[in-house]
């Protein structure tokens, strides 16, 4: 037997406690141990809920009581859980966490920690939500040189894209929609601005590479600027606008960013829609593999932490190595990125033309139904610099999204 | 420093030859230790390759080495595969496989040995080439119950289906040119009869319920018989057809099956095109995760192979458990399995409107553009068994297809 306590019972934690009432005797056989909840740290009681009588205040029965082997943090911000998932390694107690935010900032120390006491810190669930994603890249993809991870990492923006695309809506309308289903904060910044998607792609990059991507890092755009008219225009593109959360190597440069985007069909994520992820990984053997699934929500995530604690269960006493040293990857600056541009200028064709081949060369020009009284178009390729240098000669842009195709 | 040997110096095995000298680095570094081929077994010389002076002809010097601790069998087919690697985890080395038959046939036994014996037997590769699926079922959904596994599991069908629903052409044609361009084989039997689907998806069942899922007992139904017109009623339905192995779990039954079927866009595996693959798995706790990538390739396969062989390095003396016992899991007849069948009868709506609706009950009718002199209809939802009790009352049925929406 093999016992746990759970940080938090909020959303992941109560599902974390329901998949392992539901699902008790496959996981167990899975674990080879039966895996026992002792403990579950909440601030709150809880009444008549059977989980009362494992609730308990104060983390220091937790952390000092000897028998307890694992410990599943789900509260999610960086304090205290790093100090208490610190003080738990050190007592010798894996940890298994859906907390991006802590991953993305003390991934690498708390991982040599866990290697130093022999224990084991595992987050599957702090990407992608139930999609495997940490695990294959840390044990399936170990042949491989990863050339490009892509994913849409954010079931929020991926349901307000999506809902913008099918239903020819302004993005605070559908936000607001979305609010009240409950898809969406009521303080969605997160979301919305693309810092989620960020941490996440920034421990996937870590993991990728094995070296420490600080999220700071990463040029990071939301979607609160994409309007109904981009859609239009992806539609005339055979495309669809996604946030996607990307790194790329090319040679010995890592670039990594989060911002929408436009791709086509032939992209393995142009058809992941509303609340789903997805995740395009190259291997310079590999090729392309994707994975695909629920990101986020209280049972999915749930099954990601369980299948953590249940290989925690199975490693007692050995560490699983991850490569992922605090040493910093340093990105390359994104202004040597090199993509092309769907920019929409105010004004029509007669004003535009000229300057804009001045400025960009052999552009191709996009129309959109429905939307008049301004020019747009494609640039080729040229990088994040170049692009910049040239926009600021233009004072008529009302929209830009880079375009990956 | 750990010594592996190859057997078969074929496709995959130069492929993996390839994958450990383009990226031997970082493949060292993930297996904590350098990876070095000492034998490569292969009936023919290889002179001018540098391979050759790796090169043995026979196994005994391979097994009865002390120094190989890691077996790599690439070589295809039952047989001597099965007494090669048997011996080799007697011995106490363990073995990395692509072997879907050697996995469907004797997997059980050889995984119980490789336990005795505390080496593995790993078969990442057995299964959708490249695509991690084998460890993330076996490693990261161990908290669900798995409800259903479907995939498109052979690249070469795939690559013929869409041809035809791309081109307008008909099967024949299509499989010709396909084995002109290397992408089917000369004998395409065991691919276009769904034999390679089915092994696939006899192992994914296996290793799903623990148990021992014999491939002879799946229904297995080819794409021999699909013809443009059946695409034709596709497109129509805005449908795809795709062979699809899949198995689904309701209450204490599994069914298993490989055949052709309808799935709409709804569905993952719709948009899953040309020669790649896609495994589709619905947990009870996870919902719908999808797997995609190359199913086949000399690289992408050779991928998967090394990644066992980094495994297996960082596991000396530990077993990694794999729950997949000898006990048989009795399949249920695919009679009691409900399905909806779409229906072509020869002739036109006023011979067949009556009979069909005496038989069926109420229908959906379909037309599909060009085609003519026929009468196509879906049915309800009806048992298997139902369908045949029924079909053989008409005698003029010439084309049938599942539909999985």
């Given at each position: 037997m ?8 909020g959303?992941v934690?109560s599902?974390?406690?329901?998949v392992?009432?539901?699902n ?12 026992k909840v002792?403990y ?8 008549g809920?059977p989980v ?6 104060d ?12 410990i ?11 100090s ?8 010798g107690?894996?940890?298994c ?9 003390h ?6 920690l866990a290697?130093?006491k ?15 994603i ?5 044990q399936?993809l170990?042949?491989?040189e ?7 990492l954010n079931?929020t923006?991926n349901?307000?894209?999506t809902?913008m695309?099918n239903?020819?809506?302004?993005f605070?309308e559908v936000l ?5 289903r409950?898809?969406a904060?009521r ?20 993991l990728a ?14 979607i ?11 539609k005339?593109?055979n ?7 990307t790194?790329k ?10 911002a929408?985007?436009?791709i086509n ?5 142009y ?7 997805a995740i395009?990984?190259?291997?310079n ?6 994975f695909?699934g629920r ?7 749930a ?11 199975k490693?007692?006493g ?16 994104i ?11 105010s ?15 052999e552009v191709?020009?996009v ?10 178009f494609i ?11 040239k926009a600021?000669k ?7 999204i880079?375009?990956a195709?």
């Amino acid at each position: 037997m093999i016992n746990i306590a759970v940080l938090g019972y909020g959303t992941v934690g109560s599902g974390v406690i329901e998949v392992l009432n539901k699902n008790g005797e496959s996981i167990n056989e899975r674990a080879n141990k039966e895996i026992k909840v002792k403990y579950v740290l909440d601030l709150r009681d809880f009444p008549g809920d059977p989980v009362q009588e494992l609730i308990v205040h104060d983390y220091n029965t937790i952390v000092n009581d000897p028998e307890v082997q694992i410990i599943v943090e789900v509260m999610g911000g960086v304090n205290p859980a790093y100090s208490f998932v610190k003080e738990a390694l050190e007592k010798g107690k894996s940890v298994c966490t859906s907390n991006k935010e802590l991953v993305a900032k003390h991934g690498a120390e708390l991982l040599a920690l866990a290697k130093e006491k022999k224990v084991n810190f595992l987050f599957e669930a702090s990407v992608g939500g139930g999609i495997p994603i940490i695990r294959p890249l840390n044990q399936s993809l170990t042949a491989d040189e990863i050339q490009e991870i892509t994913g849409i990492l954010n079931g929020t923006t991926n349901y307000i894209l999506t809902k913008m695309t099918n239903e020819g809506l302004e993005f605070n309308e559908v936000l607001k929609e979305a609010q009240e289903r409950g898809y969406a904060e009521r303080n969605p910044e997160a979301d919305i601005e693309g810092y989620d998607a960020c941490r996440k792609i920034a421990i996937l990059t870590s993991l990728a590479y094995g070296m420490q991507v600080d999220y700071e890092d990463i040029y990071t755009e939301g979607i609160t600027k994409i309007t109904d008219a981009d859609i239009k225009y992806a539609k005339a593109l055979n495309a669809s606008i996604k946030i996607l959360g990307t790194s790329k190597k090319n040679g010995d440069k890592v670039f990594a960013m989060v911002a929408p985007m436009l791709i086509n069909s032939e992209h393995p994520l142009y058809s992941v829609n509303d609340v789903f992820n997805a995740i395009f990984v190259k291997g310079n053997v590999l090729g392309d593999v994707m994975f695909y699934g629920r990101g986020a929500g209280k049972l999915p995530t749930a099954s990601a932490v369980v299948a953590d604690v249940v290989d925690a269960a199975k490693h007692v006493g050995t560490n699983i190595m991850t490569i992922w040293s605090s040493k910093k990857l340093r990105l390359s600056d994104i202004k040597e990125y090199n993509t092309k541009f769907l920019v929409r200028l105010s004004g029509d064709e007669t004003e535009n033309e000229l300057l804009v081949k001045e400025l960009f060369g052999e552009v191709t020009r996009v129309k959109a139904e429905d939307v008049s009284g301004e020019y747009a178009f494609i640039t080729p390729l040229i990088t994040e610099g170049e692009y910049k240098e040239k926009a600021e000669k233009l004072n008529n842009i009302i929209g830009m999204i880079r375009v990956a195709f």
